[in-house]
């Protein structure tokens, strides 16, 4: 066994002791490798992959254009073997000078408080979670029984779209979502939304008062080892939470639950083992109604934008 698959099992050890919902990881994504030297020796490593994102593209709303993102291997080591890395990270860095619209990130299992204090030290904000909700135990918050929940219709599209937009508005102002001019994203969105609509997709709108003020777009998704989702989440059938929006003058008033009731009411239909979404800790909003509904952070995305502001 090599000294690289040493660290990877026993990282993988270590998270299962953190959380025993993180899955069991035994090889490293592939990219680039950093190696880091500890004050006892030692050596940890780091791997980097490096991203381009189209600025009229989706992906384009809640990403930097070109990404920086580096998965830590630390084997059994904590603060001192991350501080190691990330100043090999930033050294990188300085041999490449990313661009305005870059990002450094770094997925970390969000109950690792000891990774915790080095991403802070370095400049590093935890701008975006991934939450989960088991099915065991779960029950659902009460609603606005005013709130009327059905399968959105081709018609709606316009209607899904205005409520997104307005969610992102708000949402770029205190969480990592942005706004870009190019008008190609909106049509990107609208045709994706038609194509969905006309298979029956799992997307839900809230009417009250005879007026739509809410949308949620939700899937179905198998972790599995030979899926990127098969890193993140334990193996299984789990539901996912794509996006909620809801009119901001209704917002406080049970339409957020009352969309999330139904749509975990389909996923446990489903048979799925839990329920996982991205939402922004800094979001004053999201903070709390995600926690509400029964979800807990498994993995914190930490982020540092322009990537040159990495310490």
Same mark, same amino acid.
């Given at each position: 066994?090599?000294?690289?698959?040493?660290?990877?099992?026993?990282?993988?050890?270590?998270?299962?002791?953190?959380?025993?919902?993180?899955?069991?990881?035994?090889?490293?994504?592939?990219?680039?490798?950093?190696?880091?030297?500890?004050?006892?020796?030692?050596?940890?490593?780091?791997?980097?992959?490096?991203?381009?994102?189209?600025?009229?593209?989706?992906?384009?709303?809640?990403?930097?254009?070109?990404?920086?993102?580096?998965? @830590?291997?630390?084997? #059994?080591? *904590? +603060?001192? /073997?991350?501080?190691?890395?990330?100043? =090999?990270?930033?050294?990188? $860095?300085?041999?490449?000078?990313?661009?305005?619209?870059?990002?450094?990130?770094?997925?970390? @299992?969000?109950?690792? #408080?000891? *990774? +915790?204090? /080095?991403?802070?030290?370095?400049?590093? =904000?935890?701008?975006?979670? $991934?939450?989960?909700?088991?099915?065991?135990?779960?029950?659902?918050?009460?609603?606005?029984?005013?709130?009327?929940?059905?399968?959105?219709?081709? /018609?709606?599209?316009?209607?899904?779209?205005?409520?997104?937009?307005?969610?992102?508005?708000?949402?770029?102002?205190?969480?990592?979502?942005?706004?870009?001019?190019?008008?190609?994203?909106?049509?990107?969105?609208?045709? /994706?939304?038609?194509?969905?609509?006309?298979?029956?997709?799992?997307?839900?709108?809230?009417?009250?008062?005879?007026?739509?003020?809410?949308?949620?777009?939700?899937?179905?998704?198998?972790?599995?080892?030979?899926?990127?989702?098969?890193?993140?989440?334990?193996?299984?059938?789990?539901?996912?939470?794509?996006?909620?929006?809801?009119?901001?003058?209704?917002?406080?008033?049970?339409?957020?639950?009352?969309?999330?009731?139904?749509?975990?009411?389909?996923?446990?239909?489903?048979?799925?083992?839990?329920?996982?979404?991205?939402?922004?800790?800094?979001?004053?909003?999201?903070?709390?109604?995600?926690?509400?509904?029964?979800?807990?952070?498994?993995?914190?995305?930490?982020?540092?934008?322009?990537?040159?502001?990495?310490?």
């Amino acid at each position: 066994m090599d000294r690289g698959t040493d660290l990877v099992a026993a990282q993988a050890d270590r998270f299962a002791a953190i959380d025993p919902l993180l899955p069991v990881v035994t090889e490293p994504p592939e990219g680039q490798t950093l190696v880091a030297t500890l004050p006892d020796g030692s050596r940890v490593t780091g791997v980097l992959r490096v991203s381009f994102t189209d600025p009229g593209s989706l992906e384009a709303l809640w990403s930097a254009l070109e990404v920086w993102e580096l998965t @830590p291997i630390l084997g #059994a080591n *904590g +603060t001192v /073997a991350m501080d190691a890395v990330l100043r =090999a990270f930033r050294a990188r $860095l300085d041999r490449e000078s990313p661009g305005e619209d870059s990002s450094c990130v770094v997925p970390w @299992p969000s109950r690792d #408080a000891e *990774g +915790t204090r /080095a991403l802070l030290d370095h400049g590093l =904000a935890p701008l975006t979670a $991934l939450g989960v909700r088991t099915e065991t135990g779960a029950q659902p918050a009460p609603g606005n029984p005013e709130v009327t929940v059905r399968a959105a219709r081709p /018609a709606d599209v316009e209607a899904i779209l205005w409520l997104e937009r307005a969610e992102i508005e708000y949402s770029a102002n205190v969480g990592g979502l942005r706004p870009r001019p190019d008008q190609g994203t909106c049509d990107q969105r609208r045709a /994706a939304l038609r194509r969905r609509l006309a298979d029956d997709a799992p997307i839900w709108l809230a009417d009250l008062g005879g007026r739509p003020v809410g949308v949620v777009d939700s899937g179905l998704h198998d972790a599995t080892a030979d899926h990127w989702l098969g890193t993140v989440l334990p193996a299984g059938r789990w539901g996912y939470v794509h996006s909620v929006a809801v009119q901001p003058d209704v917002r406080g008033h049970g339409v957020g639950r009352a969309l999330l009731n139904a749509t975990h009411a389909e996923f446990s239909r489903a048979g799925v083992r839990g329920t996982y979404l991205y939402y922004n800790p800094p979001n004053p909003l999201a903070s709390v109604f995600w926690h509400r509904q029964g979800y807990r952070p498994l993995w914190t995305v930490w982020e540092v934008r322009p990537a040159t502001l990495l310490r």
